[in-house]
């Protein structure tokens, strides 16, 4: 699992993007989830992409929001809500926020509003 950690932001927010355009979402949107998870704001989350930040920094730094336990459910085939590694339950919430605005969730509920 410390692969994932060490990966850059920025190599993985491609497909993020690629996933969710495919399904009719935009970057907008898909730059909403994230820095709603984080607590970045918009500048910010494109520093962390040019500056190739590795995953465990970008969530060291982040203000995680609050509302982030509320974010239930399986990735690939995990529960999001029973992974032990701090780390890891981070990553697997922006997972499950990703695919949950790829499927056409409203925004309001992907958000946990």
């Known amino acids: 699992m ?5 990966m850059s932001v920025a190599s993985v927010y491609p497909h993020y993007v690629a996933k969710v ?4 979402r ?3 949107e898909l730059d909403q989830v994230i820095t709603w998870l984080t ?3 918009e500048t910010q989350l494109r520093q962390h992409l040019k500056d190739e930040t590795t995953f465990e920094d970008f969530f060291a ?3 995680l ?8 459910g399986s990735i690939c085939g995990v529960k999001v809500q029973e992974i032990d590694d701090p780390l890891m339950q981070k990553i697997r919430y922006l ?3 990703v695919d949950e605005l790829a499927k056409g969730r409203p925004m309001e509920k992907v ?3």
């Open 21 to 24: 355009e495919k399904k009719g």
């Open 65 to 72: 929001n609050p509302n982030a336990s509320l974010i239930t």
């Open 39 to 41: 607590g970045y704001d």
């Open 95 to 97: 997972d499950k926020l």
């Open 26 to 28: 935009t970057v907008a």
């Open 2 to 6: 410390s692969r994932v950690f060490n």
């Open 111 to 113: 958000l946990r509003s």
């Open 61 to 63: 730094q982040a203000n």
